[in-house]
C-alpha cells in the first residue's frame, strides 16, 4: 500500500469536506494535524488455521487530520501503519499429502495497515455522536522468508527442505463504524475522552497453501471472502499546551472483531487488536 499516496487523498479529503463550512461562515474553519504512535498487541482471526503461532507487539505510526466547521461538526481521518520495518512472524502449516502428514514452518515479517475517517457531530459539550469508514490491511511477505519443513518425507520444488519464498498472504477489510464519545474536563487544560463504537466489515484474505505432486509441496494461493462485525473502545487523557497550541495524549484502545464465512471459508477465531497510543495534535 501506498502510505504517502493515501495520506495525501486523507488530506486532501478533508480539506475539501471543511470548504463549505468556511464558505458560509465569516471565520475560517478549525484545522489540527499531528502524528500518533500505537504499541499493539495483535491476536488476529486467521490464527487459527496455523499452530505454533507467534506474532510480536506492533509498533504503529501515522499522521492524524481534523478539521472543524460550523461549530458542531468534524471530519477527522487517522493512517497507522508499521510498514516500514514490519513486525516479526512465524506459523506452522500442517496438512496431509501423498506421502503423509507434513508441517512447514515459517518465520517472515508482517505489514499491516488501518485508516479511519470519521464525520462527528457534537450534540453537546460532553457528547458526541460520530461514523465513518474503516479500512485494514495486512500483508505476510513471501520474500525474504525462513521456510522449512518440520515434519513429513517431503520437499520443495528445490529438491530441498528449506527456501527462502513463498506466496505472500494478504487481507482487505473495508466497512464502517457508529458510536458514541463522552468528554470529561479534568482541569482547565486536562481532558479525559472515552469513545465506543460498533464496528462492521467485508473482507478477503488471500491464503497462503502448499499443494502435493507426489512428495514435492509446491506454493499456492486461496482467497475467502468473511463477513466481520465488532466494536471498538478508546480512552484517553489529554493535556494542552497552550503555549505550543498542542494537545499530547496518552491512552488506549481495544478492539474485538468476528467473522462469519462466506461460502466454504474455513471459520476464524475472534480477533483481537489492543495497546497504547500516544499521539500530539497541532492546533492552526
Known amino acids: 500500500m501506498n502510505f504517502k499516496r493515501i495520506a495525501l487523498a486523507m488530506l486532501g479529503c478533508l480539506l475539501m469536506t471543511g470548504l463549505p463550512g ?8 478549525d484545522f489540527a494535524a499531528g502524528i500518533m504512535t500505537y504499541y499493539a498487541f495483535w491476536e488476529p482471526g486467521f490464527r487459527s488455521q496455523y499452530s505454533d503461532f507467534i506474532i510480536d507487539p506492533l509498533f504503529l505510526y501515522g499522521p492524524m487530520l481534523q478539521v472543524t466547521f460550523l461549530d458542531r461538526w468534524s ?9 516500514p520495518p514490519g513486525t516479526n512472524i512465524q506459523y506452522t502449516l500442517r496438512d496431509t499429502g501423498s506421502a503423509g502428514p507434513y508441517a512447514v514452518k515459517t518465520k517472515t515479517k508482517v505489514s499491516r495497515t488501518d485508516m479511519d475517517l470519521a464525520l462527528t457531530y457534537a450534540a453537546h459539550p460532553r457528547l458526541k455522536l460520530f461514523a465513518g469508514m474503516k479500512h485494514f490491511t495486512f500483508d505476510i511477505r513471501g520474500s525474504g522468508s525462513d521456510i522449512s519443513i518440520t515434519e513429513g518425507n517431503y520437499t520443495f520444488f528445490n529438491n530441498s527442505k528449506t527456501q527462502d519464498s513463498g506466496g505472500d498472504m494478504k487481507n482487505q477489510s473495508t466497512g464502517g463504524a457508529a458510536g458514541l464519545g463522552y468528554n470529561y474536563p479534568l482541569s482547565v487544560n486536562i481532558n ?4 465506543a463504537s460498533f464496528l462492521y466489515t467485508t473482507t478477503n484474505i488471500l491464503y497462503f497453501r502448499y499443494t502435493d505432486a507426489g512428495g514435492i509441496l509446491n506454493s499456492s494461493t486461496r482467497d ?58 497541532y492546533l492552526f
Open 75 to 83: 471530519l477527522s481521518g487517522l493512517l497507522l501503519t508499521n510498514d
Open 192 to 195: 479525559l475522552a472515552v469513545n
Open 22 to 29: 468556511m464558505a458560509g461562515r465569516a471565520q475560517a474553519a
Open 224 to 281: 475467502y471472502n468473511y463477513r466481520g462485525t465488532g466494536c471498538n473502545t478508546t480512552a484517553q487523557i489529554s493535556y494542552y499546551l497552550s503555549g505550543f497550541s498542542t494537545s499530547v495524549s496518552l491512552g488506549g484502545r481495544f478492539q474485538v472483531t468476528t467473522y462469519k464465512p462466506v461460502g466454504d471459508a474455513p471459520s476464524l477465531a475472534t480477533d483481537y487488536f489492543y495497546g497504547v497510543t500516544l499521539s500530539a495534535l
